[in-house]
């Protein structure tokens, strides 16, 4: 069952193509036509380049999000490309109001020009102007941003599409400015997308998951020459590169539902029984029972911001920092009933086996290692110190001499015999913001990135991950992947966004002085150098070889952590105290210590 199947407040117009079940007369909701030529100046120039025949004014006649009671379910399944620069030319003819809105016209089937920037006093204007130019409308009203915004890229692939993940900065950067509008929309649209259909070579993964991305297209309605609709076109990952599913994408939303009614005061969006029944979709699909022995989700390769192969399959910090966070947030938000009580104490179960498990096992600093070096091996018996039978020789050379006498870090994956002892930048960042780490192991992690400030920030903040692959062990565990060469992308590249996680965290733990460092840092050259995507180097250089420049995550990233450092107790909204009830479980597990079993018997 859906969401279409409970709902009761929902968005309109987005379905082109609807279930065989489905008898909601939504089509004509979705329809926008416009007949009057005469409006439009340039439209039969419009004719050729969007190879629409005959195209006149097309009226909008979208509803708001609130109009409809219901919702179908569907397919995300479009044939044609969008229509994509028209509300520039229907802008200038002085028609806003019945402006085409598309994906920001970076599509490679049209030509956009270079839009014209102003100069501006600072940095932070320049920044605001762009992370405006980014904003998607879909009927009429903002959706969303596009993942970068570069006018002189002629083949944006799929970085003129709304990426969940990559919303996240715009989105707190909007909050953080009082323009709820956006924030709003996008979560509620974005909801819509979890129902849709998705299937990949005949197979369809669990109920609940949300899309990477998304895109705004403007189609042709058969049968009628002068009317088009607009419609979402999701991407679950069967479109993306490796087909890997977005398991950060609904954790990412429930973060940010919390976030816009923590900022604007307005709990009706999540106290909506759509949204209500969204996260729980979320919460079950995440908490689903499997073979695993261990809380911790267990996810494939590629499954978040590093979304390439670079050997985080398994249980990758990253994913589990974002899914306490969730669990946190959605507890804060659940409406009490007789039907969440199963699911509320599943959650609050999960929540205390997995700090547990990640404070005890992930922790790493100069003593522990100390520890896994002496660690005897093969021990079977329930009370064995090395429970992961981790071979003492996996500890790396580069980490006897890199780990400082004073900090430490969690772990970037532990499975049997195998942990890896990369620093993972989001992972640990985010492990502060939502307490899954105490406030010694908060300060540590903050104490390393200060003294190995010259391997994580150099010239650019941050490292997505320290060290890089390299030789062999590059081969192998990426595949060759030439875009993932040595200090680049997501082995071992600068990303400035990661500067806002840095800033959140920092705050929380009242060292802001050690973020406002980091932005002054990227301050000098970020706006210089468009923006990049990432950069490459050790020390972070250069460019990215293959990075985008306008990136809006970047734009978006900056923009917070300057407005978190303006206003820090609007980190607030982001960031999830320790919880008590958690600190009495674990307090009480460590007293009880080792447990006496009874006398057992094999059968």
Known sequence: MGIAEVALHTMPGALAAHSPASNLPLVADARRRKRNADLVPNARALQGLLKF?????????????????????????????AMNNASRVLDDAGMADQAVSSNGGLNGNTVKPAPQRRKTSSVEDEAWELLQESMVYYCGSPVGTIAANDPNDSDPVNYDQVFIRDF???????????????VRNFILHTLQLQSWEKTMDCHSPGQGLMPASF???????????DATEEVLDPDFGEAAIGRVAPVDSGLWWIILLRAYGKCSGDLSVQERIDVQTGMKMI??????????????????????????????????????ALFYSALLCAREMLTPEDGSADLIRALNNRLIALSFHIREYYWVDMQKLNEIYRYKTEEYSYDAVNKFNIYPDQISPWLVEWIPPKGGYFIGNLQPAHMDFRFFSLGNLWSIVSSLATTHQSHAILDLIESKWSDLVAEMPLKICYPALENQEWKIITGSDPKNTLWSYHNGGSWPTLLWQLTVACIKMNR????????????????????????DTKRARFIGKQSRLYQTWSIAGFLVAKLLMEKPDAARILWNDEDAEILNALSTNRKRGKKVLKKTYIV
């Not at 006149?56 to 509803?63: D, N």
């Not at 079950?284 to 985080?312: E, H, Q, Y």
């Not at 002085?513 to 950069?535: C, G, N, S």
Request: overall charge negative; hydrophobic content about 40%; glycine content about 8%.
């Open 53 to 81: 025949p005959r195209l006149r004014s097309v009226r909008r006649q979208c509803q708001r999000i609130d109009d409809l009671a219901s919702v179908t379910e569907g397919n995300g399944n479009w044939v044609k490309d």
């Open 168 to 182: 996240i900065p715009s989105g707190i950067a909007f909050l953080l400015k009082g323009e709820y509008e956006i």
């Open 215 to 225: 895109k705004v297209r403007t189609i042709p309605l058969d049968g009628d020459e």
């Open 283 to 320: 919460l079950k699909l995440c908490l689903a029972d499997g073979f695993d022995m261990f809380p911790t989700l267990l996810v494939t390769d590629g499954s978040c911001m590093i979304d390439r192969r670079m050997g985080i399959h398994g249980h990758p910090l990253e994913i589990q």
């Open 512 to 535: 802001p002085e050690l973020a406002a460092k980091a932005i002054e840092v990227a301050e000098r050259r970020i706006a210089t150098d468009k923006w990049p995507e990432y950069y």
